[in-house]
DNA sequence: CTTTGGATTGTCT
DNA sequence: GACAATCCAAAGA
C-alpha cells in the first residue's frame, strides 16, 4: 500500500504533458465504475488556458496540492471537470473514457444507452462516475479509486485542446486515435 | 457590488 | 450548425 502510493506520487511528480500522455491507456475507476482513459489533456503552472496562470485563488486551492491528487471544477455552471495534479501546479484534465465496468450504473446516471456517450467528453464521463466538487482534493490513494498503468504504453496521438482560447496553438491533447469513445476525433 | 465569461452538453433546426 | 442551460469565481468599478 505504501509502495502504491509512493510510486503513485513519483509518477505524477513530473510535467503534465508527460503525465497525460502516459495515462493514455490507463484503467481508472471511482467506487468499481470506470474504464480506460482514451482522452487526456495538459495544463502547466505557465500556461495562459490553465486556472493556475493568475497564482492561487480559492477554487484552484486543489492545484497546488501534493502530486496525485484531484482537482474537480465545475465549468459552464452545469457540469464537473476531473483532474489529477502533476508536479508544480500543472494538471491533466481526464477527457474521455472507454466504459469498461459499471455499465449499468453509468447508463443510470447519464439516462444514456449508448456506450460511445457515457464517457465521452469531460462533464459526461464525471456525471457517469459521480464525480462532484465534494471529491476535490482528494489523492487517487484514496481507496475509493482506483488507477493500474499498464506496462506496454499505448499508441498516443497529440493535437490542441479543446474549447479554450488562451494557447490554444499548444498541442497538449493526447488519445488514442480513431478510438469511439473519444470527445472529438483525433 | 456588478459584470463577465467559461478546460460543456443536449436539443432543436 | 446554432444556441440555451445555469453556476460562480474572478476581475473591475
Not at 482534493?137 to 488562451?166: C, E, N, Q, Y
Request: proline fraction near 7%; include cysteine; aromatic fraction near 8%.
Amino acid at each position: 500500500m505504501t509502495v502504491d502510493r509512493e510510486w503513485m506520487h513519483a509518477f505524477f511528480d513530473r510535467p503534465a504533458p508527460a503525465v497525460a500522455m502516459d495515462l493514455i491507456g490507463a484503467e481508472f475507476a471511482v467506487g468499481g465504475v470506470g474504464g480506460l482513459i482514451v482522452e487526456t489533456e495538459a495544463y502547466t503552472d505557465d500556461d495562459p488556458a490553465s486556472h493556475t496562470y493568475n497564482g492561487q485563488t480559492p477554487r484552484n486551492r486543489a492545484m497546488f496540492g501534493p502530486p496525485s491528487s484531484i482537482y474537480v471544477y465545475r465549468s459552464y455552471g452545469i457540469h464537473w471537470c476531473l483532474n489529477f495534479v502533476c508536479h508544480t501546479a500543472s494538471v491533466v484534465l481526464i477527457r474521455a473514457l472507454e466504459p469498461l465496468s459499471g455499465l449499468d450504473l453509468m447508463r443510470q446516471r447519464r439516462a444514456m444507452v449508448n456506450p460511445a456517450l457515457l464517457c465521452s467528453g469531460p462533464g459526461r464521463l464525471c456525471q457517469a462516475l459521480a464525480i462532484t466538487g465534494g471529491l476535490n482534493g482528494l489523492s487517487l490513494s484514496d481507496a475509493i479509486f482506483s488507477l493500474t498503468i499498464p506496462s506496454k504504453p499505448s499508441a498516443v496521438t497529440a493535437g490542441l485542446r479543446i474549447g479554450i482560447t488562451k494557447a490554444a496553438d499548444v498541442p497538449w491533447r493526447f488519445g488514442i486515435k480513431g478510438s469511439p469513445f473519444l470527445s472529438k476525433k483525433m
